[in-house]
């Protein structure tokens, strides 16, 4: 596989440090502090979840004709650790042409579900961030590492229970 250099083109996950700051930022608003955890490792985590964010992956194969693609449906799998540590997963996906794994760029939608995570199981009080990952075609299987790991929540069904939980508890109050 990759020798020598620090890429590993062929990963299939990968974690997002440099988007730490971002991370930090919206957790200081609700008075938290986490530390990034750098280990991708199951040892000391207490709470984990499959989620979905958004991004764009590039083609580095230089011969293809893909020019790239967007994606509403990246798999991350968030978790804590003891100590007030944390780190997210983020699951790649191939380019449909030439079937080459890519890495995400990602947008403000991966510091947006962390912090949300982190919140919940700190026991603050969170707002369902604004999210509009249900307006793309099918989501390929074929072609997302995160499915293929068991790791790609796809029904984004977190929010989705949350919302319709609130529906019910409102309207069976509103009878008249
Ligand atoms: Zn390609
Ligand atoms: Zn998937």
Known sequence: MARGGK???FAKWSMHQALHSEVSSLLVESGLEFKFHSEDTEIGCINDR???IMGRFTCHTSTCSSTGWS???IAITIREYSGQRYNARVYHQRCKSCKRLSRPLLDDSYAERVVYWLKKWSGVQVV???????????HDRNLCEGCKAGHCSQEDDDF????????????SSAID
């Not at 369902?128 to 099918?138: C, D, L, M, Q, T």
């Not at 949350?162 to 529906?167: P, T």
């Open 160 to 171: 989705f229970s949350e919302r319709f939980n609130r529906f019910v508890s409102s309207e």
């Open 50 to 52: 499959d989620s979905n």
């Open 7 to 9: 890429k590993k083109p």
């Open 128 to 138: 369902k961030p604004a999210f509009s990952g249900h307006s793309k075609g099918p």
């Open 71 to 73: 994606s509403k449906m």
